[in-house]
């Protein structure tokens, strides 16, 4: 009856999500502080609840219990117990039951962090929350239960599907998912901000830390794809803008420029409409791209293949949230004030024209992406809408967006100085183009390439000189340690984080244009030569995984005679779903990656072989690593630790306010 009981944990945590969403916000409307108490224990039974029956369906995948119609979808005794553990969010049922324990996670995480949080404050922003999770925990308990069991019991599973059984599947979901969730967070601040009438610095101090981390986990989740993706499909590349690539990479768009839009709005108190849209707008994309990945209405690697009935479901959600937020939002906002003013050259205008872009930029992924999507559930017909199309209109609009990355740090708020600041950079601005040019001479690379490396170096020369600029505002400090500690975590979070941009614009540009690539037909002892490298053949094995079977080749690469790498990259038939996969074989490098793929094999015995040298990618990975790590400094600032005075609430507030004056 395990099962059974986990079914019932969802049930409860149903119940719980329904009063955490009801009592608390009902509590802050009539100012009653024993109803907005109960929004803490409230959000940690929910999660209690959850995790229960997470832990219920991970104990029978590694149990195989295949009475239990998900496990026998999704496992098979012969799957080794850590991918029988992954499989428990391999497909839909288990991955939303995952996304709700990320929900949950997120509103405890909430109820034990805002002990300095005004109390009204805390209980409509967890009761936004909880009703988010009444939505979700609707959706898997009325038409995607993981418990349900399937009679006769089947003597063994269907296996995971062989693209999931690799180890970055293990990570790469939960990290996705904490990003996608993380913004639901954002949203309740900012739902909870226009609730209570008070779009203030207070709000956007409380909601920073918590977008940042959502920001920060979105960035690793979309990584570790790109990474699976890059090793594990055979095909050498990491980003196609696939359409669920793409559902992930809009909401880190807009949550991009969502960070740098609170920052304003806690700064200067700017910004306060556009910051709550900017919330609405980065979660509502997360709830589409859940629409998109569940509702079958796509077909990729990334997708679940779902009833549309489930599809429909949060296509209504995602409309009630929608409508319902946006509703509120034009109720509200013309109740509040437009802020700080600031002059036409200011730190201010240049972050508002970097989040233009940004929206604009998100936009044109959107077209791409819902454009075929439309046409063909009118009966128009089909259209692909591939590459081409997305790095002809996307990368033209992050070519200012990296501009003003070097130039709006050295730009005061308020009202900047144009003749300071371009004394300031243009030294910057020289050096950038003589080193892009020496690097491109001596790569001999095109235009296009040659311009990217440009804007890579002017953001981190300019990053540096940002850094020493600040430093040396404490000159009056004599050790270069105490200079660094008067610094706030916040700005070493930008700056690595801008330096992190810098380092991925580098090496996307030399990979995309430096790369080389040979498909060939090689038998046992032939060799093929590329870039400089040669790549032999010299032996190949059948080996016996726990669920496949393999052709595993062995190839010496060699330079100039000096061996280099032995790689093995193998073609590999999973024999429950008698499906074959290919394991490529990579020697990564700081400056390039080796990588051999095998296809398929001829009568002959000769197989067909994919080379590649491929520069930098390194440099890719690591940018985006040095992205996130910024975005966690930033996250971790002491200041968003005490306690914030908020404005007075203003006089359109919804009900009476007696709690705030405790606060």
């Known amino acids: 009856m395990t099962p059974e009981l986990g079914h019932v944990s969802l049930i409860l945590a149903l119940c719980l999500a329904t009063l955490l969403g009801t009592l608390p916000v009902w509590g802050a409307y009539k100012a009653q502080a024993r109803w907005m108490a109960l929004a803490r224990p409230l959000a940690a039974g929910q999660f209690l609840f959850v995790a229960v029956a997470f832990g219920i369906l991970v104990s029978a995948f590694v149990a195989n219990d295949f009475s239990v119609a998900y496990v026998a979808n999704n496992s098979n005794s012969l799957l080794p117990v850590y991918f029988r553990v992954a499989g428990a969010w391999g497909g839909h049922e288990g991955s939303l039951l995952l996304w709700l324990l990320m929900l949950t996670s997120w509103t405890l995480a909430v109820a034990i962090f805002s002990r300095s949080l005004p109390e009204v404050t805390v209980a409509r922003v967890l009761g936004v929350l909880g009703l988010i999770s009444v939505g979700f925990l609707s959706f898997t308990l009325f038409t995607s239960n993981p418990f349900d069991r399937v009679f006769p019991v089947p003597a063994d599973g269907r296996d995971l599907n062989p693209l999931l059984q690799d180890f970055g599947m293990i990570i790469h979901p939960p990290m996705l998912y904490m990003g996608y969730v993380g913004f639901s967070v954002a949203f309740a601040f900012a739902i909870a901000a226009l609730l209570g009438g008070q779009l203030d610095a207070a709000w956007a101090k409380w909601s920073r830390p918590w977008t940042l981390l959502a920001w920060m986990f979105l960035t690793l989740g979309i990584l570790l794809g790109s990474f699976w993706a890059y ?78 009935k489930r599809g429909l479901y949060i296509l209504v959600f995602l409309l009630v949230v929608i409508g319902g937020s946006l509703g509120l939002y034009a109720w509200r906002a013309p109740k509040v004030g437009l802020g700080g003013r600031f002059a036409l050259f200011s730190r201010e205008s240049m972050l508002l024209i970097n989040n233009v872009f940004l929206v604009v930029a998100m936009g044109t992924v959107l077209l791409g992406t819902l454009y075929p999507l439309a046409l063909d559930a009118l009966g128009v017909g089909k259209i692909s809408v591939g590459p081409p199309y997305f790095e002809a209109v996307f990368v033209p609009l992050m070519l200012p967006v990296l501009i003003f990355i070097g130039v709006g740090p050295y730009v005061a708020w308020k009202e900047g100085s144009l003749v300071r600041v371009w004394r300031e950079l243009r030294g910057l601005a020289a050096v950038s183009l ?31 000189g940002h850094v020493v600029q600040r430093l040396s505002s404490h000159a009056g400090k004599s050790t270069l340690a105490q200079r660094w500690r008067l610094v706030p975590r916040s700005f070493w979070g930008m700056v690595v984080a801008h330096a992190g941009i810098g380092i991925f614009v580098l090496g996307v540009t030399l990979v995309k244009g430096l790369d080389h690539a040979e498909d060939a037909s090689l038998k046992v002892g032939d060799a093929v030569s590329l870039g400089g490298y040669r790549f032999q053949f010299s032996e190949l094995e059948k080996v016996k995984g726990p669920n496949y079977i393999a052709g595993k080749a062995t190839f010496e690469i060699t330079r100039d005679g000096v061996r280099v790498s032995t790689l093995h ?38 197989w067909g072989v994919r080379v590649q040298v491929k520069p930098f990618m390194a440099w890719v990975w690591s940018g985006c690593v040095v992205m996130a790590l910024g975005g966690l400094l930033a996250a971790t600032d002491r200041r ?7 404005d007075k609430p203003a006089s359109t507030a919804t009900g009476p306010q007696p709690v705030m004056a405790r606060h």
């Open 231 to 308: 090793y594990e499909l055979g095909w050498g590349g990491w980003w196609f803008w696939d359409a669920v690539e793409n559902a992930s990479f809009m909401p880190w768009l807009v949550g991009t420029a969502l960070v740098h839009s609170l920052a304003v709005t806690e700064k200067r108190s700017s910004f306060k409409n556009w910051t709550v849209l900017l919330a609405i707008l980065a979660f509502s994309l997360s709830l589409l791209g859940t629409f998109l990945v569940r509702s079958g209405v796509l077909t990729s690697v990334h997708a679940f293949a779902s009833d549309p």
């Open 434 to 464: 003589l080193l892009a040019g020496a690097i491109a001479l001596g790569l001999r690379t095109s235009v296009g390439v040659s311009v990217g490396v440009l804007l890579a170096v002017w953001v981190l020369l300019s990053t540096v």
């Open 569 to 606: 990259p193998e073609k590999r038939f999973y024999v429950v779903q008698r499906m074959p996969m290919t394991e490529a074989g990579i020697d990564r490098g700081w400056t390039r990656d080796l990588y051999v793929s095998l296809g398929e094999a001829s009568p002959d015995g000769a």
């Open 640 to 646: 968003y630790r005490g306690r914030v005075k908020q």
